[in-house]
């Protein structure tokens, strides 16, 4: 081979890459930007999601891009590792439809009519269709339409490119060596790995093959491992991008490589077994275009009827290489910037991220009322990690609501999204507070501070009011319960009331000596964040019903409640201020 026809070589190939690009881009933007939207809402079954990947990837032609759709999913918890294994199996056997569409390529005429159908010929017609489209048509869809025709005569051109760059080869002995080599299994999965790596593509290194085979050189001894090594070598770009992912996108990942490697291990072994045993008639055969089509195809259908079964297995296995960790860190507070353009994903994503937000802030506090009876330097520490991740949280929400909002929503979108953000603060500042309770309970054990007998069971009622309406409103947020929302005014209300009792009852045991001024400074102040965590907690409740009253006004929401006063306020109320009275006096 020449310096000519390795630059020819070269050349083709980075035609074929852009052309592959160009049309899965102008495919996926004909979709209208839905296929992420779809791969996420009929991912139910595994069925349904091995459909959906091998759809998808046949679309934009790419398995790497399909894999790191779905490891953007699972990364933002909005999918399971369980749900995104079948979709790439699917994936991988999708990718496989890129080397049938190259196929096209090597069609030819004789003559007459049948030269109007050969390769050049269609080419030159979809690129002359493709560039009037992509420059003079103002419709967008009709530009994208061209990209795709556009993208398909320079893949078309590519792959002719890299054809007659090689039709010299079969005459190199060290070509002929080279293949021979390459009959050893080991060895030709090996270079298949290597050359898949290289391209960053599966669908690019299948072309590769396929122009090498017109030589007539390539025999299906020394084709099939460069396949399977192929089929691996794919996994490298998915690998690539869950680099600074969460614990979930990178398990993703694995299972894109595992699966691959798992997939090939078995079809290689049961294949060269069957072999040594029956000697198939395969070795030998020279192969073309159309067979390698054909193997490379029947290769990923046979990996997948072998894994499509083992799913639960495969989970299990990828989690034990990638194992959980114990103490969650602020790396993984993730939300993808790319769903941003899909806003029913993104509130999805919010949502999810939010609810997450509210399990720790409310376990922040749940710790920290606890440290006042028991204090533990571990506990402390525990509950100012918690405190960092809500304002980590609040941080990566708040941003990414606000580059939400610059998308065109939907009026229920607005609303959730201005909602988010607006509970958001009161989540971060649960978290706060649950901080300064910590501080208290921590200056409670350093100075051996001990309350009176009466303050002790003051306390104990307020906690226990404090820790029932948390656990309501946590509740009711996420699961979006209105019945259980309504009952956290009323129980606002009652602490409102005992913690103004409580103010003055210690009031008069300071009067009378019972109590003493440092006692008095901690217990005041402890009263004052047990009080807000409630009216945080209020305001977390209003927002989740006014989502569904069309108007987003707290004030005015509070306002008519506390005037109106109805029959199921009242209730509510009467039972909590039975059930958390103190009882007594000093």
Request: with cysteine.
């Amino acid at each position: 081979m020449s310096i000519s026809d390795l630059i020819s070589l070269l050349s083709g190939i980075a035609m074929f890459l852009f052309g592959m690009t160009l049309m899965g881009d102008g495919l996926k933007a004909t979709s209208g930007n839905k296929l992420e939207p779809v791969l996420f809402k009929l991912t139910g079954t595994p069925i349904r999601g091995l459909a959906l990947g091998s759809g998808v990837t046949t679309v934009i032609q790419s398995s790497s891009a399909t894999s790191v759709i779905v490891m953007g999913f699972v990364n933002s918890g909005m999918m399971k590792l369980k749900q995104a294994i079948p979709v790439i199996l699917g994936a991988i056997f999708g990718t496989s439809i890129t080397g049938w569409i190259i196929c096209l390529s090597y069609i030819e005429g004789a003559g007459g009519l049948s030269s109007l159908l050969s390769t050049s010929t269609i080419t030159g017609v979809v690129a002359i269709i493709g560039i009037f489209l992509r420059l003079f048509c103002k419709d967008k869809g009709r530009r994208h339409i061209g990209d795709i025709m556009m993208g398909f005569a320079i893949l078309m051109f590519g792959m002719s490119k890299m054809s007659s760059s090689v039709g010299g080869l079969k005459d190199q002995a060290w070509f002929d060596n080279v293949l021979t080599s390459m009959q050893n299994p080991i060895l030709g999965i090996i270079v298949g790995i290597l050359i898949a790596v290289l391209l960053q593509s599966a669908s690019a290194a299948v072309g590769i093959v396929q122009a090498l085979s017109v030589t007539g050189a390539i025999v299906f001894d020394n084709a099939f491992p460069l396949l399977m090594g192929i089929s691996i070598g794919a996994a490298l770009p998915v690998m690539i991008a869950s680099l600074g992912t969460s614990t979930g996108g990178k398990r993703t990942a694995l299972s894109y490589l595992v699966s691959c490697i798992l997939g090939v291990m078995t079809c290689a072994s049961i294949y060269y077994i069957a072999d040594a045993i029956f000697s198939f008639p395969l070795n030998g055969t020279v192969m073309n275009p159309v067979l390698i089509a054909i193997v490379n195809t029947v290769l990923r259908m046979c990996m997948i009827i072998i894994l499509f079964p083992f799913i639960d297995i495969l989970e299990a296995l990828v989690c034990l290489i990638i194992s959980d960790k114990s103490v969650k860190t602020r790396d993984e507070v993730v939300l993808d910037d790319r769903f941003i353009r899909h806003p029913t994903l993104a509130i999805e994503q919010s949502r999810l991220a939010i609810n997450r937000m509210a399990d720790e802030a409310a376990q922040a506090v749940l710790d920290s009322i606890h440290l006042v009876g028991r204090y533990s330097d571990a506990e402390f520490d525990k509950v100012s990690e918690l405190e960092d991740l809500g304002d980590h949280y609040e941080d990566q929400l708040g941003s990414f609501l606000m580059k939400l909002n610059g998308q065109d929503l939907t009026e229920r979108q607005e609303r959730e999204s201005t909602i988010y953000l607006h509970t958001l603060s009161d989540l971060e500042r649960l978290s706060d507070h649950a901080k300064n309770i910590a501080s208290s309970a921590k200056e409670i054990h350093d100075k051996q501070v001990s309350f009176s007998e009466e303050a002790h069971h003051e306390m104990s009622v307020i906690t226990s009011a404090v820790r029932e309406i948390l656990d309501i409103t946590m509740k009711a947020f996420s699961g979006e319960d209105l019945q259980l929302a309504m009952k956290v005014e009323p129980l606002e209300e009652v602490i409102d009331d005992i913690t103004d009792e409580m103010k003055l009852r210690h009031t008069e045991r300071l009067q009378q000596g019972i109590c003493s001024i440092n006692q008095g400074f901690i217990f005041n102040d402890l009263l004052t964040d047990y009080e807000r965590i409630s009216d945080h907690c209020s305001n977390i409740a209003v927002a989740l019903i006014e989502i569904y009253s069309g108007s987003f006004a707290t004030h005015e929401y509070l306002g008519q409640v506390k005037e109106e006063h109805n029959a199921n306020y009242d209730r509510c109320y009467n039972e909590y201020k039975a059930r958390f009275a103190l009882h007594g006096g000093t």
